[in-house]
């Protein structure tokens, strides 16, 4: 660890942004992303790294021919979401760093003002865009309170009950949050500096919630802002099956709860998630009373 976080000081000055976008098996969407933002950016100086974790076609060498100046990474195995993108971090040069998915589309000027916005307030280390779907309307589950077994369970009866989510998806100020999604997040680096990378134990959900609980634990403040926004086409980057990515889910969730929480948590969770899943089971079978959520 100290030697990759040595690795993560190398600021050069002359740099004030990296955007960092991890594609996986994804080449089409990765274009249309980096045509979203990159000539913008890069003529602000700023750093993009493409880090590509194991994808089965090599997208480097196309990516470096049309796009002058890029860098790229390529690992030869899926590294999961977190290690492929501490990749990034460890190339990262600038005094913000943007995690991006290559399923999102950014206008450079939404980037600017986001990395401008959080330099800003001095006690934020990290702030989010508003994130809309491809039909333009906000995202679920792009910020949310701190998954503590108490409001897992509030969450879950709720989804049982069909009675809606906890939180309001139509935000449109700047809230100060408990977390947000890393699809697009800006993050100070001289706060990765300080708490450290993503937790590579998590090879996909809640590596994002995990950083920003660290954050929040180190006196820092988490900021959802959809005055500034981008689209996420979300869940198009990943293409495993939903069952797939539901135990995933479960999976992050558990190593989670045992993280911040404890054994004893950990083993009750463990426990509802069989009551849950078998009453969303049952519930799903009744005509006409159920709408399918995600799993986050």
């Known amino acids: ?11 050069d000055a002359d740099v004030p942004a990296t955007v960092i976008v991890l594609v996986y098996n994804t080449p089409d969407l990765l274009f249309q992303c980096l045509k979203s933002f990159y000539d913008g950016v890069h003529g602000l100086g700023w750093q993009v790294i493409v880090v590509d974790n194991g994808s089965d076609e090599d997208v480097c060498s196309t990516v470096k021919a049309q796009f002058d100046g890029i860098e790229v990474i ?12 501490n990749l990034g971090l460890r190339a990262a040069k600038g005094e913000f760093v943007i995690l991006m998915n290559s399923d999102v589309l950014a206008l450079a000027e939404v980037l600017e003002s986001l990395a401008n916005s959080l330099g800003r307030q001095s006690q934020a280390a990290a702030m989010s865009p508003g994130l809309l779907t491809a039909q333009g309307n906000p995202q679920m589950f792009a910020f949310g309170a701190e998954p503590s077994p108490v409001y897992l369970i509030r969450r879950g009866i709720r989804s049982i009950l069909g009675s809606g989510s906890l939180h309001d998806w139509f935000a449109d100020e700047p809230l100060e949050v408990e977390w947000v999604s890393a699809a697009c997040l800006c993050v100070r680096r001289s706060v990765i500096l300080e708490i450290g990378e993503l937790d590579e134990r998590f090879s996909l959900y809640f590596e994002d919630t995990d950083w920003c609980m660290r954050m929040r634990a180190a006196g820092w403040k988490v900021i959802y802002n ?6 996420h086409l979300g869940g198009a980057s990943q293409a495993d099956g939903s069952a797939q990515r539901q135990d995933l889910y479960y999976r992050s969730l558990l190593l989670f709860c045992g993280k911040h929480y404890g054994r004893c948590w950990k083993l009750l969770v463990r426990l509802l998630l069989i009551v849950y899943r078998a009453l969303k089971a049952i519930r799903s079978r009744i005509p006409g009373n159920y709408r399918k959520m995600p799993p986050n």
């Open 74 to 85: 390529r690992s030869k195995r899926n590294l999961g979401f977190a290690a492929g993108n």
């Open 1 to 11: 660890m100290h030697d990759q976080m040595r690795a993560i000081t190398r600021v």
């Open 226 to 231: 959809p005055r500034l926004h981008v689209t």
